[in-house]
């Protein structure tokens, strides 16, 4: 008889197995690897179409480590240039981190609008174009379950939340170990106070959280993402000579001082190693970017907040030359300089905060070559800005030239409400007044800005009353984000209808401009882009007026953070540069900062040749009368042509008639 053998197993071995094979670890959450396997990228997304590339963008592998469970920082921060890539590193932590460790990620833009936006454009094409996304997000509606500000996994096992920072709700009632602050240096205070605070605390209760905080620059002092990379590890990219080795930053202040402007296709950077002085031309990129290391300026604080810094001479998503032609574009013009620093240099473009002082510009004025009221030589575009207080009206007109170049021509005061007849009628007469140029033509006002925000129904009566090719209704606002000129979206009543000033109505960016014109009014060579004229004959008071603001710290009580706001002087009025930078707003509208120079060359022939015979013949200007002295004419009076303006007027005809 055959015995059976029964083997039995050994039952706390089987329970340790089962038990190890539940409590084995997930694979490690590796970014890097996860964007090679998944992220592709289509024509309309990138010029380098195609799977996602290491050796392109081998400066991205330190930042997808510095975001993965591996490294101890809590905190990763970008600051860095516009089109740099940075959408495309924070959509592969976010589709990375939803994908391998799944969760809730939160995602917050400067506004809930930028928010659909991205979601839109950008999340739901990453989500329906990702094969390992896909299958999670499958875009059907459920419960509420996908929708354009969230998104949740198919097994409800985390989701994407997309909030705004200008709306408290979006950061509000939620618990997050990752999330993305988009944008950060366009943040804004909102009605419930910071919300890059607020946005932080929803990550406070996860000791492994990841808050990655990605922006290009602003203004300094008072830029988030600058104070964020300052106050983290401070990684530059360190990148060899290709001739001697010597590992360096490609800084900006090297590349300016190699640029031609006559041969912007020859910017290059110099070794900063003097021994060798090497030229490193932009066919070296690729080799270059292949030996990168990142080192840190602040080491110590990398195992809480690791910080980089990126510009675009490293991206290969932009040409020597092109970043050239934009400096040289921008240069002298400080709103087009603050451009290029943010989008281009990654840098923030640092204020002067402070007006220049009156005294100087009145003692400057007082030289002047051209009496108020009067137009000088080479102001072809005349626009003025009007302030509307309670009691009155103040106005201002400019006249523009080339180069970003302006003039002060004249300023003045009408009394009564906008909504009186008497004040009506006068800024009637206004739109019909002319002022002489240094050529003996009188020229008219080419568009006038009146301010909108008070009395807006008031100012209304009165600028419906004219074409839109001559009055425009304007609102300055305070954000250093905001474009210079933009038309005010589509307002309702409250009763939902829409008003009907909407299509005439612009913001302007009251806060770049002061800048601007602060940074401008203390140039003093008339050759300079960006100079402002000033005329004999205007009052202390009107100086006093112009430089009444300044840009000053204001900290919040609650939480600390300190913003930056433009302030006046007590008691002291600022109507000067309110309807100059109405006027400035108003001239941005008629398009001096993009006139071509066929059209410059045109009004310059129109407005600045011989007058026409009802105006007075040519002999008249030669034999003109000097001005008498500002202080001896009737308040009201428009001044005479004084000496160096009329000699300057007679030298350039003459030149023109040999």
């Known amino acids: 008889m055959t015995e059976m053998i029964v083997t039995v197993a050994n039952a706390e071995r089987v329970g340790a197995e089962i038990l190890a094979d539940v409590l084995q670890p997930p694979p490690p959450v590796d970014y890097l690897h996860w964007a090679v396997e998944n992220i592709e990228f289509s024509k309309r997304e990138s010029q380098f179409a195609g799977p996602y590339n290491r050796e392109l963008f081998g400066y991205f592998d330190e930042i997808l480590r510095a975001?993965?469970?591996?490294?101890?920082?809590?905190?990763?921060?970008?600051?860095?240039?516009?089109?740099?890539?940075?959408?495309?590193?924070?959509?592969?932590?976010?589709?990375?981190?939803?994908?391998?460790?799944?969760?809730?990620?939160?995602?917050?833009?400067?506004?809930?609008?930028?928010?659909?936006?991205?979601?839109?454009?950008?999340?739901?094409?990453?989500?329906?174009?990702?094969?390992?996304?896909?299958?999670?997000?499958?875009?059907?509606?459920?419960?509420?379950?996908?929708?354009?500000?969230?998104?949740?996994?198919?097994?409800?096992?985390?989701?994407?939340?997309?909030?705004?920072a200008n709306s408290p709700a979006s950061l509000s009632m939620i618990t997050v170990s990752r999330q993305v602050q988009?944008?950060?240096?366009?943040?804004?205070?909102?009605?419930?106070?910071?919300?890059?605070?607020?946005?932080?605390?929803?990550?406070?209760?996860?000791?492994?959280?990841?808050?990655?905080?990605?922006?290009?620059?602003?203004?300094?002092?008072?830029?988030?993402?600058?104070?964020?990379?300052?106050?983290?590890?401070?990684?530059?990219?360190?990148?060899?000579?290709?001739?001697?080795?010597?590992?360096?930053?490609?800084?900006?202040?090297?590349?300016?001082?190699?640029?031609?402007?006559?041969?912007?296709?020859?910017?290059?950077?110099?070794?900063?190693?003097?021994?060798?002085?090497?030229?490193?031309?932009?066919?070296?990129?690729?080799?270059?970017?292949?030996?990168?290391?990142?080192?840190?300026?602040?080491?110590?604080?990398?195992?809480?907040?690791?910080?980089?810094?990126?510009?675009?001479?490293?991206s290969l998503l932009q040409s020597f030359e092109r970043v050239a032609r934009?400096?040289?574009?921008?240069?002298?013009?400080?709103?087009?300089?603050?451009?290029?620093?943010?989008?281009?240099?990654?840098?923030?473009?640092?204020?002067?905060?402070?007006?220049?002082?009156?005294?100087?510009?009145?003692?400057?004025?007082?030289?002047?070559?051209?009496?108020?009221?009067?137009i000088p030589a080479g102001f072809l575009i005349v626009t003025c800005g009007i302030d509307c207080q309670q009691d009155r009206v103040e106005w201002q007109v400019l006249a523009f030239g080339r180069d970003r170049k302006r003039a002060i021509v004249?300023?003045?005061?009408?009394?009564?409400?906008?909504?009186?007849?008497?004040?009506?009628?006068?800024?009637?007469?206004?739109?019909?007044?002319?002022?002489?140029?240094?050529?003996?033509?009188?020229?008219?006002?080419?568009?006038?800005?009146?301010?909108?925000?008070?009395?807006?129904?008031?100012?209304?009566?009165w600028v419906k009353k004219h074409p839109t090719s001559r009055v425009i209704m304007l609102r300055g606002v305070g954000s250093e984000a905001a474009p210079l000129l933009a038309r005010v979206k589509r307002e309702r009543d409250k009763q939902g209808k829409l008003v009907k000033w909407s299509r005439r109505f612009y913001n302007f960016a009251a806060s770049v401009m002061k800048m601007g014109l602060y940074r401008n009014l203390v140039k003093t060579d008339p050759m300079q882009r960006g100079y402002v004229a000033l005329p004999r004959g205007l009052e202390d008071e009107f100086f006093r007026q112009l430089t009444a603001e300044s840009r000053k710290p204001e900290r919040n009580k609650k939480t600390g953070f300190v913003s930056y706001k433009w302030v006046k002087a007590p008691e002291q009025a600022n109507e000067g540069l309110d309807t100059h930078l109405q006027a400035e707003a108003t001239a941005i509208k008629f398009g001096?900062?993009?006139?071509?120079?066929?059209?410059?060359?045109?009004?310059?022939?129109?407005?600045?040749?011989?007058?026409?015979?009802?105006?007075?013949?040519?002999?008249?200007?030669?034999?003109?009368?000097?001005?008498?002295?500002?202080?001896?004419?009737?308040?009201?009076?428009?001044?005479?042509?004084?000496?160096?303006?009329?000699?300057?007027?007679?030298?350039k005809y003459r030149k023109r008639m040999r």
């Open 182 to 314: 988009d944008d950060l240096s366009k943040w804004e205070m909102n009605t419930a106070g910071d919300p890059e605070v607020q946005a932080d605390s929803r990550s406070r209760g996860r000791e492994d959280a990841k808050i990655f905080k990605i922006s290009t620059p602003l203004v300094e002092p008072g830029c988030r993402i600058t104070e964020n990379y300052k106050q983290g590890s401070q990684e530059r990219l360190h990148v060899p000579c290709p001739h001697c080795g010597h590992m360096q930053v490609l800084e900006w202040e090297n590349f300016a001082a190699n640029i031609d402007e006559a041969h912007p296709e020859n910017a290059h950077f110099v070794c900063a190693d003097p021994e060798c002085g090497g030229v490193i031309e932009e066919y070296h990129r690729g080799q270059m970017i292949a030996g990168h290391e990142w080192r840190a300026d602040n080491p110590s604080a990398k195992r809480f907040h690791r910080s980089f810094e990126l510009w675009s001479a490293i």
């Open 67 to 164: 975001l993965s469970p591996d490294d101890p920082c809590r905190i990763v921060t970008l600051m860095k240039s516009a089109q740099l890539g940075g959408t495309v590193l924070a959509n592969i932590f976010v589709g990375g981190s939803i994908d391998m460790d799944p969760g809730d990620v939160l995602y917050v833009h400067p506004t809930e609008g930028n928010a659909q936006r991205w979601s839109k454009t950008k999340l739901a094409p990453m989500l329906k174009g990702t094969t390992a996304l896909a299958k999670l997000f499958p875009m059907k509606s459920r419960d509420g379950a996908d929708s354009v500000l969230y998104k949740e996994r198919v097994d409800g096992k985390g989701a994407i939340i997309i909030g705004g």
């Open 410 to 461: 004249d300023y003045g005061v009408f009394p009564g409400h906008i909504s009186e007849e008497r004040c009506q009628l006068a800024l009637n007469g206004l739109l019909t007044q002319t002022w002489p140029n240094a050529f003996g033509r009188r020229i008219g006002l080419d568009l006038t800005g009146i301010d909108g925000n008070a009395f807006t129904e008031d100012v209304w009566d």
């Open 592 to 651: 001096v900062r993009s006139l071509p120079d066929a059209l410059w060359d045109r009004y310059e022939a129109e407005r600045e040749s011989a007058p026409d015979p009802v105006q007075g013949d040519i002999e008249d200007l030669f034999n003109a009368v000097d001005a008498a002295p500002a202080a001896d004419r009737q308040e009201g009076e428009q001044p005479k042509d004084n000496a160096r303006s009329v000699a300057s007027a007679r030298e």
């Open 326 to 374: 934009e400096w040289i574009g921008a240069k002298g013009d400080p709103a087009a300089e603050q451009v290029f620093f943010n989008d281009t240099v990654g840098r923030a473009y640092r204020t002067l905060g402070e007006a220049p002082g009156w005294e100087a510009l009145r003692d400057r004025a007082a030289e002047s070559t051209y009496d108020r009221g009067h």
